[in-house]
């Protein structure tokens, strides 16, 4: 069963830039799975879809409060995916969980329901302070 594992959260602050690893394990390439994303949960909020990227369309959704500030990307030869967050603002604080999905594609990555989306990371915090 594929396991992921988010590191690379800290503290960080406010303009600085961070990068989040998901590392995929279970024997199956990226390609594998057919959506993956990225979501974080603020204090006291719920779950936030952050970026999707659907593998089968091509295609990569952000959140329109990290748009331009947030790239998801992906080296298939270490099975990881990453979260570039630049300029990183106070309300970017949370823990960032990734996800993935065998099945889906770009209206998936759209939505940003965690129902979609049947692997899950334990999450990385991270806090951005100065």
């Known amino acids: 069963q594929v396991q992921l594992v988010e590191s690379g959260g800290g503290l960080v602050q406010p303009g600085g830039s961070l990068r989040l690893s998901c590392a995929f394990s279970?024997?199956?390439?990226?390609?594998?799975?057919?959506?993956i994303g990225w979501f974080r949960e603020a204090p006291g909020k719920g779950l936030e879809g952050v970026s999707c990227?659907?593998?089968?369309?091509?295609?990569?959704s952000y959140a329109d409060s990290v748009k331009d500030r947030f790239t998801i990307s992906r080296d298939n030869a270490k099975s990881t995916v990453y979260l570039e967050m630049n300029n990183v603002k106070a309300e970017d604080t949370g823990v960032y969980y990734c996800?993935?999905?065998?099945?889906?594609?770009?209206?998936?990555?759209?939505?940003?329901?965690?129902?979609?989306?049947?692997?899950w990371g334990q999450g990385t915090q991270v806090t951005v302070s100065s």
């Open positions: 996800a993935a999905n065998v099945g889906g594609s770009r209206f998936e990555c759209y939505r940003f329901q965690e129902e979609d989306f049947g692997s």
């Open positions: 990227h659907s593998y089968r369309d091509n295609v990569t």
């Open positions: 279970g024997g199956f390439s990226l390609d594998y799975y057919d959506i």
